[in-house]
């Protein structure tokens, strides 16, 4: 007849290893001492080996339980795992994610389609917009998760998901020593709007407005026109253009941040809060 390993059983034995103690590990259960010792002696009584050697000094492990701790290790592991992905995949249900929109293009695609195949019944919805737009949002409860650009937090912070260099980039180099510098901009509220003008302004480089969009590929292709200089993210920068080597003031960095709405952090939005973190921060 086939034997089957007891979960439970199993349990006891790795906290009992971990505790070095039957009454440690009892109290860690919430189970008596005389029930935890029961236990042991049914595993042992399955297994037909001696698991712990009991004596003055405490509890060790035999070579026998020494063996079988690793192993009884993965199994409760892959135990927990099975159970927590089955508990996923039951949660159903909205979730409204909002992004900027140059986030949006880059790592958006990847996180729609990872979160939608792994838990289908949430329905899952997406709005692209500025920072300032997006906080609101979040206050008014028009949305539950927000992925938001905003001044690094000294020392870091738990929201902070990873910071973003800026560069200034051109068509052509002599560009960058226009004056006034012409710019290619998103119009107002924009994280880097506001850290380019800040960055103009303290350097006393007069410029100008010479293409206004909202969008990054309106400002990209105005860039590859020769229209004017933008600020990008590094990791953005397209290879064809021309990036500043120290004419321009230094742009620094920004810090890109999930953000939960106040009372909107339900379980939906929870696994999808850790599958932007995952897919981000590769």
């Given amino acids: 007849m086939a034997r089957h390993l007891d979960l439970q059983l199993l349990r006891t034995f790795v906290t009992i290893a971990e505790a070095e103690s039957f009454t440690r590990a009892a109290a860690h259960l919430g189970l008596s001492q005389p029930a935890v010792s029961l236990q042991i002696r049914k595993l042992e009584s399955l297994l037909e080996r001696r ?3 009991r004596g003055h000094g405490g509890v ?3 070579v026998q339980g020494g063996d079988l701790l690793p ?4 199994l409760l592991a892959l135990n927990d795992e099975v159970l927590a992905g089955l508990r996923e995949t039951e949660v159903e249900g909205d979730v409204r994610l909002g992004a900027p929109e140059d986030l949006a293009t880059t790592h958006l695609p990847r996180i729609i389609g990872r979160f939608a195949q792994a838990h289908p019944r949430v329905r899952l919805s997406v709005v ?4 300032a737009n997006l906080m609101t949002a979040l206050a008014q409860g028009r949305l539950d998760v927000a992925l938001v650009k905003r001044e690094p937090a000294p020392g870091g912070s738990p929201e ?5 260099r800026l560069v200034w980039v051109a068509r052509d180099a002599y560009q960058f020593t226009k004056r006034p510098l012409p710019l290619v ?3 107002s509220p924009d994280a880097y709007r506001s850290r380019a003008l800040a960055a103009l302004q303290a350097g006393e ?10 969008s990054l590929a ?5 860039v590859r026109a020769g229209l004017g200089v933008a600020a990008v993210p590094a990791t953005l920068a397209p290879a064809d253009l021309g990036i500043d080597t120290g004419v321009l003031p230094y742009l620094g960095e920004v810090e890109i941040a999930l953000l939960f709405a106040r009372g909107r952090q339900t379980g939906a939005a929870e696994l999808l809060a850790r599958d932007v973190r995952e897919v981000m921060s590769r």
């Fill in 128 to 131: 692209c917009d500025f920072t």
């Fill in 205 to 214: 480089v007069s410029f100008r407005d010479a293409f206004v969009s909202p």
């Fill in 218 to 222: 309106g400002q990209q292709a105005a």
């Fill in 51 to 53: 698991l712990f050697d």
């Fill in 185 to 187: 901009i998103a119009p």
């Fill in 71 to 74: 192993q009884a290790r993965r």
């Fill in 160 to 164: 902070g998901v990873f910071t973003e």
């Fill in 60 to 62: 060790a492990l035999t």
